[in-house]
């Protein structure tokens, strides 16, 4: 069946950096853009940066370009989310997300969700 398995998440101090993980199963990954997505306590879950297929396309959200960067290894069917210069406002629940079609920024663009991983930034 399909799975997306994220990992990295913690706690780091704000300006400190965090990897995240997020390994699919289950489906033709190269087939299928990556997404990931955030959701902090009491706010809509919303998006942070998407990946076509090969990994030539990406697209993040105004709040985290310049300091996220998401890549795919697709020998490993893993997508990562490098993320620098961490702030307190990025504290939230961090979900990979795959999907197949256009609108890489909306939750309705992806078919398939991982469980999420917990990130904290300490101020």
């Known amino acids: 069946q399909v799975q997306l398995v994220e990992s990295g998440g913690g706690l780091v101090q704000a300006g400190g950096s965090l990897r995240l993980s997020c390994a699919a199963s289950?489906?033709?990954?190269?087939?299928?853009?990556m997404g990931w997505f955030r959701q902090a306590p009491g706010k809509e879950r919303e998006f942070v940066a998407a990946s076509s297929w090969s990994g030539g396309n990406t697209y993040y959200a105004d709040s985290v370009k310049g300091r996220f960067t998401i890549s795919r290894d697709n020998a490993k069917r893993t997508v990562y989310l490098q993320m620098n210069s961490l702030k307190p406002e990025d504290t939230a629940v961090y979900y990979c997300?795959?999907?197949?079609?256009?609108?890489?920024?909306?939750?309705?663009?992806?078919?398939?969700w991982g469980q999420g991983t917990q990130v904290t930034v300490s101020s």
């Open positions: 997300a795959a999907g197949r079609g256009a609108t890489v920024r909306r939750n309705d663009g992806y078919m398939y």
């Open positions: 289950g489906f033709t990954f190269t087939s299928y853009t």
